[in-house]
């Protein structure tokens, strides 16, 4: 008998070798297992005959195999294996690509089911590496799941049936009276049909529930958050100086960021900390915002922390906050990855007693076990980029400081209550004055040399550009690769004349920061870099943003980069080079080129590409949802946010024995919510 627990090596089929295989899916216990959901199903209630087969789209036929495959080997390390199969009208060829077995498997004169797309050629209908199924799986609907290198669905399939025989699990996390209440089956049931279901119909009930139960866990978690933020503040705000500091500044502030100030002043007068989300988009001005209620805060005696996810972007802050307080007493300290271990030291003492008044960091702040004096407010900047967890961390290391989070993604509103189920929000929706809009265009590949001569352009003009690489998505080692081979193709050939650098992920912190201020000073005139550029970098001369694959990309993610550009007086520009392949890619790109607001974009990133991708994206920071399609379910996402108020409303930490399993999820939950690290 397995328990939930059980390392998977012990599921009859797995072993050591293949339980490392499963550990890259994620998966290490019985319980990870029978909670790796498959993707979609082969649905083999709907077997077609060849000539009715809709071509080109994965189907499943039923067809009488003529003879065992014939071998072809066309070159080194490809090999074909060819047969015929009929289903008493018509004959498809098959084709199978380097898989010797194939030869064993379809034996002359039997029957057989082949899953995949039936193509024409010539006249004849052809399928190329169909899978084979056993007539057995006539009328049933088959998981396929998330395969990895090594590991093929139908391994998962054999797998997953040997655990579901031995693991029927006799608890479950949902209270009956939530279960009753909203008519949800029982665990074992949904895990049984999530994965083998008999018909359609079962495996709905399944899914519902599996969704419900995750969307429920999610939200106990953000309630038990907000719970956690009330509470008592000793660091009441008694003065409000928003005043005093927009007087130092050289602009004057937008309606949408006097307002943005005036929440987060009102909330900090009273006697529960705030919590705050401030969106905004690119450009919108969040750090002033940021920078004013810090000054505040000051003034009233408090010390305040801001995070930021790039060493980058913390001296950039740095840099821009000093320079906004440079009439001021404030004492404002850096500490990144970079930091010599002397002045580190420094630093955190004289954080310790008081001295610094605000600290910029990366989460080394959190890491490094600095100890504040009295840390009044955190303030987070682009909070997509962290989990909630090392949100709480933060603030744990104070007496129930304030909050404000900053967000240049935004998120539809449908998604917002949940995301930030835990926050108050504030918007700035509006830009400040005079921001010209950056022209985009979207070119295919054939444009290269007019893309590369229209930079060269702008940089005889002692103006600046970023080339963001094409994206590798098979390994970071490839992206870097890539990265490096392209940026030197760039250097010795086109940009033979100009001084090109190159920023990427894997570099040192000390690194990145020489490149980015040699940026910044205008001594490299081209960046090439892979998306870490992508958060809040600001190089007032960088006019024109090149972005290769574009198609690759989530709109957010595009329109964050091109925010990038035109954050000074020149005309700026967005250049999305694309393979043009896809109506739906094009689509998305179109919507780029016509808008230039992250709302829009978002709603229709989201509405092109749905909510699965959307939270893959992890443009959220929340822990990622393993089932749950949450746009798709409006009234699941309502349903489920009500039970979770009605458990948290009689045991708002989880504590009651009914409860506890849901609480051990909750804190599994949040304890997988990963770091974007530097
Ligand atoms: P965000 O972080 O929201 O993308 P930033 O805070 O980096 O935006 O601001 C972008 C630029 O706009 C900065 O150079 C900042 O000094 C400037 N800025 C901010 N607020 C205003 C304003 N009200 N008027 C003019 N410029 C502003
Ligand atoms: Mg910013």
Same mark, same amino acid.
């Given at each position: 008998m397995l328990q939930a627990d059980t390392s998977i090596k012990y599921v009859k089929g797995v072993g050591e070798a293949r339980a490392k295989l499963f550990a890259k899916l994620g998966v290490e216990t019985v319980s990870d297992l029978v909670h =790796?959901?498959? !993707?979609q199903y082969k649905d083999f209630s709907n077997i077609f005959s060849i000539a009715d087969a809709p071509l080109g789209e994965t189907c499943i036929i039923r067809a009488i195999v003529d003879h065992s495959p014939v071998e072809h %080997?066309? /070159?080194?390390g490809m090999t074909l294996y060819k047969t015929v199969a009929t289903d008493g009208h018509d004959i498809v060829h098959l084709t199978f690509f380097n898989n010797p077995y194939i030869t064993k498997t379809l034996q002359e004169g039997q029957e057989y089911l082949f899953c995949g797309k039936i193509t024409m050629s010539y006249g004849s209908y052809e399928m190329s590496s169909p899978t084979v199924e056993p007539l +057995?799986?006539?009328g049933k609907l088959r998981p396929v799941y998330p395969q990895? *290198? @090594? =590991?093929?669905s139908k391994t998962i399939e054999r797998v997953m049936t040997n655990a579901l025989t031995v693991f029927a699990p006799?608890?479950?996390? #949902?209270?009956k009276s939530i279960r009753e209440e909203y008519k949800l089956c029982s665990l074992g049931y949904a895990l049984h049909n999530v994965h083998f279901p008999q018909n359609r119909n079962d495996m709905e009930i399944a899914r519902r529930r599996l969704m419900f139960e995750e969307l429920l866990v999610l939200q106990l978690g953000m309630g038990k958050l907000r719970e956690r933020n009330r509470g008592y503040t000793?660091?009441? =705000?008694?003065?409000?100086y928003s005043e005093t500091f927009e007087e130092m500044l050289p602009f004057k502030m937008t309606g949408a960021q006097v307002n943005a100030v005036a929440d987060c002043i009102r909330d900090m007068g009273l006697n529960e900390p705030m919590n705050r989300l401030l969106q905004g988009d690119v450009g919108s001005g969040k750090t002033c915002v940021a920078a004013s209620v810090i000054f505040s805060a000051k003034y009233n005696g408090m010390q305040s922390a801001l995070m930021v996810p790039t060493s980058i972007l913390a001296a950039q802050h740095y840099e821009t906050i000093c320079r906004f307080f440079s009439k001021t007493d404030i004492e404002v300290a850096l500490l990144t990855g970079s930091t010599r271990a002397k002045e580190k030291e420094e630093i955190k003492r004289r954080v310790k007693n008081g001295e610094i008044d605000l600290l910029i960091g990366t989460h080394a702040i959190i890491q490094d076990n600095v100890e504040f004096a009295r840390l009044g407010l955190v303030v987070t900047d682009e909070?997509? /980029?962290?989990g909630v967890k090392q949100r709480m961390t933060l603030k744990d290391k104070g007496n129930n400081p304030h909050t404000l989070v900053m967000s240049a993604t935004p998120i539809p509103r449908t998604l917002a209550l949940i995301v930030y189920g835990d926050l108050d929000i504030s918007v700035l929706d509006e830009l400040p004055p005079g921001r010209q809009k950056i022209d985009t265009y979207v070119v295919d590949e054939s444009y290269h040399e007019r893309v590369y001569n229209f930079i060269k352009k702008h940089l005889d003009q002692g103006l600046q550009a970023y080339i963001v690489c094409p994206l590798v998505e098979e390994s970071e080692t490839m992206e870097l690769t890539s990265a490096t081979e392209y940026a030197e193709k760039l250097k010795n050939e +086109?940009? %033979?004349d100009y001084s090109v650098g190159l920023l990427h992920g894997k570099m040192k912190a000390k690194e990145k920061d020489k490149v980015m201020s040699d940026f910044a000073s205008g001594k490299v005139q081209l960046l090439v870099s892979?998306?870490?550029? &992508?958060?809040g970098v600001d190089v007032p001369d960088a006019v024109v943003m090149v972005i290769e694959? *574009? &198609? !690759?990309? @989530?709109l957010s993610q595009l329109h964050q980069l091109r925010g %990038?550009? @035109? %954050? @000074?007086k020149n005309k700026s520009s967005c250049i999305l080079i694309s393979d043009g392949a896809g109506e739906n890619s094009r689509k998305r790109l179109e919507t780029m080129r016509k808008s230039n607001n992250g709302f829009v974009i978002a709603e229709e990133d989201l509405k092109l590409r749905g909510p699965g991708d959307f939270f893959g994206q992890k443009q959220h920071g929340l822990p990622e949802m393993r #089932? *749950?399609?949450?746009l798709d379910d409006v009234v699941l996402c309502n349903q489920s946010r009500e039970a979770a108020k009605e458990i948290l409303s009689t045991d708002p930490q989880l504590e009651k024995e009914e409860n506890r399993a849901l609480n051990r999820e909750v804190q599994l939950l949040f304890r997988d919510t990963t770091y974007t690290s530097d």
């Open positions: =790796l959901y498959p !993707r %080997r066309i /070159r080194k +057995s799986s006539i990895t *290198a @090594g =590991l093929t006799d608890y479950d996390i #949902i209270p000793p660091y009441k =705000l008694r003065h409000c909070q997509h /980029r962290f +086109s940009f %033979r892979t998306t870490v550029i &992508e958060v694959n *574009a &198609e !690759r990309f @989530g %990038r550009v @035109g %954050r @000074g #089932i *749950a399609d949450m």
